[in-house]
């Protein structure tokens, strides 16, 4: 005779359909930019994703933030980062990674550069300089997962050329010889860039040029991977970069002046950019003045 068993669920249970349908709720919810009340009391209360290990768990701030990069909605992110500071920062839970890689750094700073949120990536900026030394190194350089390359936010923005969030990283101190999984930094992916677009990309080619201006700015001292090329194939890299900018990057003439001495100013405050006069700061693709370009 068979046992008549009966299962009960608890009346907090959540099946891991329901998490499906509450997540694509709080999903649509920050898509459609609702008001952040009504977004904090869904990831509080209501919103839940289902996790690997079978387990319903709430969005933290640091998975709810990601849903306000990818829709841009700015009021939600600066709620969350002054509400949570570095906890909105953390890396997210398995789930929401692409990939087992355990030791990838937190999405948040590529993922806003790769969807040109300069709104969202300054407030974040502004929240990691509160970071203890290695904390702040450690968001700012860190390397994405092995399906990313091992990229980190500089090589995102030297591939999509967004100088703006490429100069907000730079000043804030992200440093420009990290590599990514390949050995390559990123100058070496902005000029690989270039070499692909040639010398006829419109608008993408003077948007490189300004990267590699911002780059320089903040490069001391020229290590990268494909001075080699740039020194067997002059001619070719001539025309890609201009004659000046080839020059100073294949060592074979110094930077000018003025641009000695904003990396010595930089250097000691990079804040300080701002604060230049006008027509002192390096002009976004307009960079002829600072003898990068022709």
Known sequence: MPLDVAWHAREDYKSESQCKRSSFAFYRAVRDLLPVWLLEEMRETEALHWEEDGRARAFAPCEALLYALVHDHQAYARHLLRSFSSRALEAPSPSFRCCACTDAAAPHLALAVRHDRSAILGMMLEVAADLNEDERRAFLDGRGCAHSGGKSALHVACELARAECLLALLANGAWPHVTDGAGDTPLDCLLEQMERGGETDGGDARARRACLGYLLLFMPA??????????????????????????????????????????????????????LPRFLRPPEFRLQQWGMVE
């Open 222 to 275: 020229l290590s990268f991977r494909k001075r080699l090329q740039l020194l067997e194939d002059a001619a070719r890299w001539t025309r890609l970069l201009g004659e000046r900018a080839y020059r100073w990057l294949s060592g074979r003439a110094p930077p000018s002046l003025l641009v000695l001495c904003t990396r010595t100013l930089l250097s000691a405050r990079s804040e300080m950019l701002e604060s």
